[in-house]
């Protein structure tokens, strides 16, 4: 499995064998990628996992840390799925595991803040994806983009400066929530002056 005279090699991978490098996922978003693939056939399942690449690094020990994809991966675990592909980004596997976590986090790679938005030792990481623990201010951040309330954007964890942005003007009890309220109230904050340093931001300052 060396990298050595290889450029982005794929592995196969099985779910639970993935290392996650952060610490939070939006449940319901899991939720929903588990009935989407209830409802694909056979055929659609397997092209699904085919063309759904997980960007991965390869880290102390050669355990295979993933740095996108929670969300589907966790979906997929729970779905007993074997194999998914991991796209190796860079080979870290010869560093100690501090140096590899400060090197990952300097990459942008890992994300070590909980629920709450805090930030934690790189140790709080989980060993596992079935380990990620909820955050509902991330689902309720993807429920905004879906809506159309900001623009997708490439910037890494440019979801979870969003949920932040969310979680200091909706309160947690309502962010819990599913129902039309708490969306709409989402959305006119995305769509405020006061989002306007968020990434994917499509509002105005007028």
Not at 190 to 199: I, K, R, T, V
Request: proline content about 6%; aromatic content about 10%; charged content about 25%.
């Amino acid at each position: 499995m060396s990298q050595h005279g290889l450029r982005h090699p794929i592995l196969s991978v099985a779910p639970q064998r993935l290392r996650p490098t952060q610490i939070t996922v939006g449940l319901r978003e899991v939720a929903d990628k588990r009935a989407q693939w209830h409802t694909l056939g056979r055929k659609k399942r397997a092209a699904l996992i085919a063309t759904h690449w997980f960007p991965g690094v390869l880290g102390p020990g050669r355990e295979v840390y993933i740095v996108d994809h929670h969300h589907f991966g966790l979906a997929m675990l729970e779905e007993g799925v074997d194999q998914v592909p991991v796209i190796v980004q860079r080979d870290f596997s010869w560093l100690d595991p501090a140096t590899f976590w400060r090197t990952m986090e300097f990459n942008r790679w890992a994300h070590p803040y909980d629920e709450r938005g805090a930030r934690t030792d790189y140790a709080a990481i989980p060993d596992g994806l079935r380990q990620l623990r909820d955050d509902p201010y991330r689902t309720l951040a993807a429920r905004v983009r879906e809506a159309g309330g900001c623009a997708k954007d490439a910037t890494p964890y440019a979801e979870f400066l969003w949920a932040d942005f969310l979680r200091a003007r909706i309160a947690a009890k309502d962010a819990a929530k599913s129902g039309a309220r708490a969306l709409e109230r989402a959305l006119a904050l995305a769509h405020s002056a006061e989002a306007g340093y968020l990434p994917g931001w499509s509002g105005s300052f007028a």
